[in-house]
C-alpha cells in the first residue's frame, strides 16, 4: 500500500504520507513509523524497484515483444 501511494503522489513529505496512509494510529506515530521505515538500508533501487519492475514487466510483456523505454527530463 505504501509503494502504491509513493507512486501516485511522486512528490511527497513525510507529512503527506502519514495524512494519506490508512492506519488507525495517531498522526505523530504513522509518521514516525513511515519515518523508519523509510530509512531502512534494504529500501533501494536495486533490492526493491528493479524486482517490482521486472515482475510487472513479465506479466504485461512477452518474451521477443519490442519495449520501448522513454525517460522524462524536465
Known amino acids: ?3 502504491a501511494l509513493l507512486q501516485q503522489e511522486r512528490c511527497v513529505s513525510i ?6 496512509f490508512a492506519q488507525p494510529i ?3 506515530s504513522r509518521r514516525r513509523n513511515l519515518q523508519r521505515f ?5 529500501l533501494n533501487l536495486k533490492t526493491l524497484w528493479l524486482p517490482i519492475l521486472k515482475y510487472w514487466l513479465k506479466q504485461h510483456f ?3 515483444q519490442r519495449l520501448y523505454l522513454m525517460k522524462q527530463i524536465k
Open 62 to 64: 512477452h518474451r521477443g
Open 1 to 3: 500500500m505504501l509503494v
Open 15 to 20: 507529512e503527506r504520507l502519514a495524512t494519506l
Open 26 to 28: 495517531q498522526f505523530e
Open 38 to 42: 523509510l530509512q531502512l538500508p534494504q
